[in-house]
């Protein structure tokens, strides 16, 4: 059975960093990502890594890194240079496929809470 568990959300000042992990059990994938909801909005992509590299929208580039440690079966989330539009849910996936289109991840997380006050 896959699993994905996120930790590491919570309250920060804008300007300031977060790191969220997420730990895979059951399987390894392909690809995982990190996909952020804020209230109102559509869910949308904030990073995702493959074997064959890491993808990042305009609108974190230069401010979010992901990383992977295969050996443990973990993906995170570097967050630097928050700002209060960084809010949202952010969730953990993983999948055969690294996209955009969220359909096409197979497996989620429940979601951590980040909250970046101005």
């Known amino acids: 059975q896959v699993q994905l568990v996120e930790s590491g959300g919570g309250l920060v000042q804008a300007g300031g960093s977060l790191r969220l992990s997420c730990a895979a059990s059951g399987r390894t994938f392909y690809a995982m990502g990190w996909f952020r909801q804020a209230p109102g909005k559509e869910r949308e992509v904030v990073a995702a890594i493959s074997w064959r590299g890491t993808y990042y929208p305009d609108s974190v580039k230069g401010r979010f890194t992901i990383s992977r440690d295969t050996a443990k079966n973990t993906v995170y989330l570097q967050m630097n240079t928050l700002k209060a539009e960084d809010t949202a849910v952010y969730y953990c996936?993983?999948?055969?496929?690294?996209?955009?289109?969220?359909?096409?991840?197979?497996?989620w997380g429940q979601g951590t809470q980040v909250t970046v006050s101005s």
């Open positions: 996936a993983a999948g055969n496929v690294a996209t955009t289109e969220i359909s096409h991840w197979s497996s």
